[in-house]
């Protein structure tokens, strides 16, 4: 990795906002569907958590498009310029699987910097459902749990935006963003919490008009 790239980087800005795009294959084999998420980080120390789930048997891709941009899966162009990502993946239990930083599959250069700092990987998976967490390099998670947390050691962008892009890609479905304070977790608690949750904000909306 080179070291002289990292401590050239300036400070960063950050600009608040999230998209996600599911694109689904119908003629496609099973775990066909693609979902590409974008936003920004509020603090260099953030991080944002994604479920997903295979229905079976599969092999996941994770692919972050943050540093050097380039099109996501949903046809969108990235612009280069967001931070170092590093991707961590999780199973339902929390259980860190691994955390990858840089490549290791084949990702594009950066056209200010020339490096490639972009993640690219891919994970063979028992049925399940499983997280995704992208944070800015060097918060890698701690493990071997997701209640561990992240090191939080970063000050800043370090040159670039908070703005970051990846794509999860051969899963059934897919779910994000949460930032809530690790713990152990199983998909199908987080998915009833919120939908309670939105069912108690639109009964105190109706009765308040707050």
């Known amino acids: 990795m080179n070291t002289l790239n990292r401590t050239l980087k300036l400070i960063g800005v950050s600009v608040t906002s999230l998209t996600a795009t599911a694109m689904t294959l119908g003629s496609a084999p099973a775990h066909a569907a693609n979902f590409s998420y ?88 028992a049925a399940g459902n499983n997280r995704v967490v992208i944070s800015q390099f060097d918060n890698f998670a701690i493990g071997p749990n997701f209640s561990d947390g992240f090191p939080s050691n970063q000050t800043s962008f370090n040159g670039r935006t908070a703005n970051w892009a990846f794509d999860i890609t051969g899963v059934d479905t897919s779910t994000g963003p949460s930032t809530a304070v690790p713990e152990p977790f199983t998909i199908v608690g987080t998915i009833i919490g919120g939908t309670a949750a939105l069912r108690m904000r639109k009964k105190l909306k109706a009765t308040s008009k707050l």
């Open 38 to 125: 974008t936003g920004t980080l509020d603090n260099p120390n953030d991080f944002q958590s994604f479920f997903f789930t295979a229905n079976g048997a599969s092999t996941v891709n994770l692919r972050s498009y943050s540093w050097a941009g380039g099109t996501n899966a949903a046809g969108t162009v990235i612009a280069d310029g967001g931070f170092d990502p590093i991707l961590s993946l999780f199973d339902s239990t929390g259980v860190l699987i691994q955390t990858v930083d840089d490549g290791p599959d084949p990702v594009p250069a950066d056209p200010a910097t020339g490096s490639r700092y972009d993640t690219n990987f891919s994970q063979a998976l």
